[in-house]
């Protein structure tokens, strides 16, 4: 099988938020089992211990492991305005894998004991009004004061506030899929000074790149840089390479902003539940940023990777989730054509309150 591609498409009233069958990115979660979502622990930034919002879930089942009949893939990633990413990463992106045996019969609207801000279990209801449920007191806090529910609680609205809760969240679209095309475009848009020298004939011929002597005189750069432009021409709307059902024999799939900092198959770490190997599941493009509101603006990727079991196993779920293997790349800074410098974020809304009245 081809490698599948994702594309955002905006979404309509006809959307089933309750489908899990429907990929997509932004919004609140809407899990595999709606009455066991999990705990807010699992979903908080190891840098700043916040609850993380969700970046996208995937539907991606295997029909070939009889408990994954059905199975989603949860991306977080931490809602400050690029604090934490500038810190690693590595503790600001989380995986949660769900899966099961059958369908689960659902409703639409189910999901009353997650929290309506982050969408983890939910023990904590309005004591007042009742009908909005929270992780924690800190999300109750939030949604008071700047999630509309201190205007919509006890009033005959049914206590949502869903439109100023939105800017909890990213922005919701749906993820539909298609197959990568099989062969490159015409070489076009490749800069022929930006041919790195490392690069052979045969190499760039794969690439449909005919070299001239110049070229090779010329260059410096990324040889993994130029494959990945190269390869996204094919469809430059995707935001997520799929590569799970990549059949064995077609090689490494692995796209790769740069030479540095990628992650060898040999360190891939195993799945904690059954000690088996983990393989790259999906690719999570740089394209995805522009979408994502302000937080785009100040953060940035150069590709997120996700490694999954295998087996996709039943021993690595706690509670229902297993916790799958994130690998952040950086955008190079010697490739050639990203820009790199994120403008600093703005001041919390609190910080800069208490600037203003310092000023009187
Ligand atoms: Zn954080
Ligand atoms: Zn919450
Ligand atoms: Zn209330
Ligand atoms: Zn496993």
Same mark, same amino acid.
């Given at each position: 099988?081809?490698?599948?591609?994702?594309?955002?498409?905006?979404?309509?009233?006809?959307?089933?938020?309750? *489908?899990?069958?429907?990929?997509?990115?932004?919004?609140?979660?809407?899990?595999?089992?709606?009455?066991?979502?999990?705990? #807010?622990? /699992?979903? /908080?930034?190891?840098?700043?211990?916040?609850?993380?919002?969700?970046?996208?879930?995937?539907?991606?089942?295997?029909?070939? @492991?009889?408990?994954?009949?059905? &199975?989603?893939?949860?991306?977080?990633?931490?809602?400050?305005?690029?604090?934490? =990413?500038?810190?690693?990463? %590595?503790?600001?992106?989380?995986?949660?894998?769900?899966?099961?045996?059958?369908?689960? $019969?659902?409703?639409?609207?189910?999901?009353?004991?997650?929290? @309506?801000?982050?969408?983890?279990?939910?023990?904590?209801?309005?004591?007042?009004?009742?009908?909005?449920?929270?992780?924690?007191?800190?999300? =109750?806090?939030?949604?008071?004061?700047?999630?509309?529910?201190?205007?919509?609680?006890?009033?005959?609205? *049914?206590?949502?506030?869903?439109?100023?809760?939105?800017?909890?969240?990213?922005?919701?679209?749906? @993820? #539909?899929?298609?197959?990568?095309?099989?062969?490159?475009?015409?070489?076009?848009?490749?800069?022929?000074?930006? !041919?790195?020298?490392?690069?052979?004939?045969?190499? +760039?011929?794969?690439?449909?790149?005919?070299?001239?002597?110049?070229?090779?005189?010329?260059?410096?750069?990324? &040889?993994?840089?130029?494959?990945?432009?190269?390869?996204?021409?094919?469809?430059?709307?995707?935001?997520?390479?799929?590569?799970?059902?990549?059949?064995?024999?077609?090689?490494?799939?692995? +796209?790769?902003?740069?030479?540095?900092?990628?992650?060898?198959?040999?360190?891939?770490?195993?799945?904690?539940?059954?000690?088996?190997?983990?393989?790259?599941?999906?690719?999570?493009?740089? %394209?995805?940023?522009?979408? +994502?509101? $302000?937080?785009?603006?100040?953060?940035?990727?150069?590709?997120?990777? !996700?490694?999954?079991?295998?087996?996709?196993?039943?021993?690595?779920?706690?509670?229902?989730?297993?916790?799958?293997?994130?690998?952040?790349?950086?955008?190079?800074?010697?490739? @050639?054509?990203?820009?790199?410098?994120?403008?600093?974020?703005?001041?919390?809304?609190?910080?800069?309150?208490?600037?203003?009245?310092?000023? $009187?």
């Amino acid at each position: 099988m081809p490698i599948d591609l994702g594309f955002l498409e905006p979404i309509d009233d006809t959307f089933d938020f309750s *489908d899990i069958t429907l990929s997509r990115l932004g919004g609140l979660p809407q899990w595999l089992n709606p009455t066991s979502p999990p705990t #807010v622990d /699992r979903i /908080r930034c190891g840098e700043c211990n916040q609850p993380m919002r969700q970046l996208f879930q995937m539907y991606a089942p295997d029909d070939e @492991v009889e408990g994954a009949y059905e &199975r989603l893939l949860h991306v977080f990633v931490c809602g400050t305005a690029g604090a934490c =990413q500038r810190a690693g990463w %590595t503790k600001s992106v989380k995986v949660l894998r769900a899966q099961c045996a059958e369908a689960l $019969e659902r409703e639409r609207g189910e999901g009353k004991e997650s929290c @309506v801000v982050c969408g983890s279990k939910a023990p904590f209801r309005c004591a007042q009004c009742s009908k909005a449920s929270y992780c924690s007191k800190e999300h =109750q806090a939030l949604d008071w004061k700047e999630g509309g529910h201190k205007g919509a609680c006890n009033s005959n609205s *049914d206590g949502t506030a869903t439109e100023t809760r939105q800017k909890f969240m990213f922005p919701l679209m749906e @993820v #539909v899929s298609d197959a990568e095309p099989t062969e490159d475009k015409p070489l076009k848009n490749v800069k022929i000074e930006e !041919i790195p020298q490392t690069m052979d004939e045969s190499e +760039l011929a794969q690439m449909g790149i005919k070299p001239s002597k110049e070229t090779y005189q010329k260059t410096e750069g990324d &040889r993994f840089f130029l494959k990945f432009q190269r390869r996204l021409e094919r469809d430059p709307d995707q935001i997520l390479r799929y590569t799970r059902n990549v059949e064995e024999g077609e090689g490494d799939v692995t +796209l790769w902003l740069s030479e540095h900092n990628r992650l060898e198959k040999k360190d891939v770490k195993n799945c904690e539940g059954c000690g088996g190997e983990r393989t790259l599941e999906l690719q999570l493009l740089p %394209t995805v940023l522009s979408h +994502l509101g $302000e937080w785009g603006l100040y953060n940035d990727w150069g590709l997120i990777n !996700i490694y999954s079991c295998d087996k996709t196993c039943e021993e690595s779920l706690k509670d229902g989730y297993a916790e799958e293997l994130v690998w952040h790349q950086e955008v190079s800074k010697e490739g @050639v054509g990203y820009a790199t410098d994120k403008p600093e974020p703005p001041k919390k809304q609190a910080e800069q309150k208490e600037e203003d009245e310092d000023e $009187e």
